[in-house]
């Protein structure tokens, strides 16, 4: 049993009286947080102050997690803007737009975790957005209309958000990246459906770019409306949880330069987008 507090009117719910060794010792906490999760969206646990080895096997316990076998850590990856911490620091800037991790993974990440181990001075909170809201609030003849579309999703579209001139070299790396299409709607096995939107969705397949990414754009405005986001500002110690097969999430402007330094988990999904 977890106690829990809304954070949100559609997301977001802090997780109350956890503990590190909660973590370690509670053997119901992992299908408690898994409801908890499919149900708020995102999971906020204050000053739990994980380390590394306590974050890696409680994720174990959530599913399966992605291994990068050139971490330290094969399960943890630092999420900093300083090139020395992070070899993909460049990228992520991307993190800036609205976006849901592993829209061009052929199965998207179920979750990911973070834990604060530094703070930035200004900015460099995250911000999230239920797409099962984004959905909800579609008219019923929008529903029917945009029901069969489909989306192509892109770390080029993502990328070119950052840097909308790329030299041909970059132009010429984004290419061997990986795309995939997926339908706007996502009807889930659970029976709820969500809007797949954000930063990597790059148009609407089969019509004219220009309307189709107008709708795209629309619609994630209408999804990350002011009353829709919960924005988590950070403490140190702090570990969020947020469900990707039903959240967006950014992180506001920080400087490249800022000492943040997040350790994150990804937890593998096990359902496509159909
Ligand atoms: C991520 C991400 C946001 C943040 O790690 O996928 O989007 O607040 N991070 O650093
Ligand atoms: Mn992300």
Redesign the pocket.
Same mark, same amino acid.
């Given at each position: 049993m977890i106690s829990l507090q809304k954070l949100g009117a559609t997301v977001g719910a802090e997780v109350l009286g956890v503990d590190r060794d909660r973590f370690v010792h509670d053997e119901d906490l992992p299908s408690a947080c898994l409801q908890a999760l499919e149900d708020n969206g995102v999971l906020v646990f204050r000053g739990v102050h994980l380390d590394d080895q306590t974050q890696v096997a409680f994720c174990n316990r959530l599913g399966d997690i992605h291994r990068f076998p050139t971490h330290p850590i094969p399960e943890i990856?630092i999420?900093s803007l300083d090139p020395s911490k992070s070899a993909v620091a460049e990228y992520?800037k991307? /993190?800036f737009d609205w976006?849901i991790?592993g829209t061009t993974d052929e199965v998207p990440n179920m979750a990911?975790v973070?834990s604060a181990h530094a703070l930035a001075e200004d900015g460099?909170? /995250?911000e999230f957005a239920s797409t099962y809201a984004a959905y909800d609030l579609l008219s019923p003849d929008e529903q029917q209309r945009y029901g069969s579309l489909r989306v192509l999703h892109s770390f080029e579209a993502h990328q070119r958000r950052l840097n909308p001139n790329p030299s041909p070299e970059v132009e010429a790396d984004w290419a061997t990246r990986p795309k995939r299409e997926h339908p706007l709607v996502w009807r889930h096995r659970s029976g709820r459906c969500s809007l797949v939107l954000g930063a990597t969705a790059s148009h609407v397949v089969g019509w004219d770019i220009a309307p189709g990414q107008k709708l795209l754009e629309d619609l994630l405005a209408r999804a990350t409306a002011g009353d829709r986001v919960y924005r988590?500002e950070?403490s140190l110690g702090d570990t969020?949880i947020w469900d990707n097969r039903g959240v967006l999430?950014?992180?506001?402007p920080y400087d490249p330069t800022s000492p943040?330094e997040?350790h994150?988990t990804?937890i593998l999904g096990d359902e496509a987008i159909a």
């Open positions: 990856s999420v992520l991307g /993190t976006h991790d990911t973070l460099g909170q /995250t988590h950070w969020v999430h950014r992180v506001c943040r997040m994150r990804t």
